[in-house]
């Protein structure tokens, strides 16, 4: 598990001015904390944090002198350049359940003979804070053109630490032909030519009766 150190943030300050400074704006929320904690995070602290992590993640996060254990709930980007400008973490409780989401990594893509289609990249789970995970891999190797997989048939909706939120009946990824582009030719194009070779042997064949 990450750690990542911050500061408390005066509310008052201005987001864009914070990180035209490179610090990122963040918030530390929960059910067991008197109030919201605003805080600020350098920008390259949270650039290598995001390396490693994503939305579903567990962190310790520090805040001055005392540390939290966190989840990272959200992270909004910036429109063009999807650049991290604010994040939201949820403080966790040890025994108390939390909602959360993992993200789902086909692996193996290349080694199938078809184009993969995946439909559902985010789960959706609830789980004790031990039990939190933010990635999980499904094996392609092997995997034909014409297998499919919905949610229910992989092996982690079994789990008993977890509960799936998301339908198990959704669809997570389908194996299909891959298109080959063959180049049309213009009819008209081709009647064209055929019949000036028709009209071109007629010619030649009464020029030699003559």
Avoid: C
Avoid at 10 to 29: H, T, W, Y
Avoid at 101 to 123: C, M, P, T, W, Y
């Amino acid at each position: 598990m990450s750690t990542l150190k911050a500061q408390a943030r005066d509310e008052s300050s201005n987001g864009k001015q914070l990180r035209r400074g490179g610090i990122i704006p963040a918030v530390l929320f929960g059910k067991h904390l008197e109030e919201s904690i605003s805080i600020q995070i350098p920008a390259n602290e949270v650039e290598q944090f995001l390396r490693f992590n994503s939305v579903g993640s567990k962190v310790d996060l520090v805040i001055g002198k005392k540390k939290y254990m966190a989840l990272l709930k959200e992270v909004t980007l910036t429109p063009l350049i999807r650049a991290a400008e604010h994040l939201s973490f949820q403080e966790l409780t040890a025994g108390e359940k939390v909602a959360s989401e993992f993200h789902i990594h086909l692996h193996n893509r290349a080694k199938v003979d078809g184009l993969v289609q995946q439909h559902l990249s985010q789960v959706h789970y609830s789980a004790l804070p031990m039990h939190l995970f933010d990635t999980v891999d499904v094996e392609l190797e092997g995997k034909v053109i014409g297998d499919s997989a919905v949610l229910g048939d992989l092996d982690f909706v079994n789990n008993p630490n977890i509960e799936i939120l998301t339908p198990l009946d959704s669809s997570v990824y389908s194996i299909i032909p891959r298109k080959v582009f063959v180049e049309e030719v213009d009819e008209d194009e081709t009647g064209t030519d055929a019949e000036g070779t028709e009209e071109g042997t007629a010619e030649e064949e009464t020029e030699e009766k003559n």
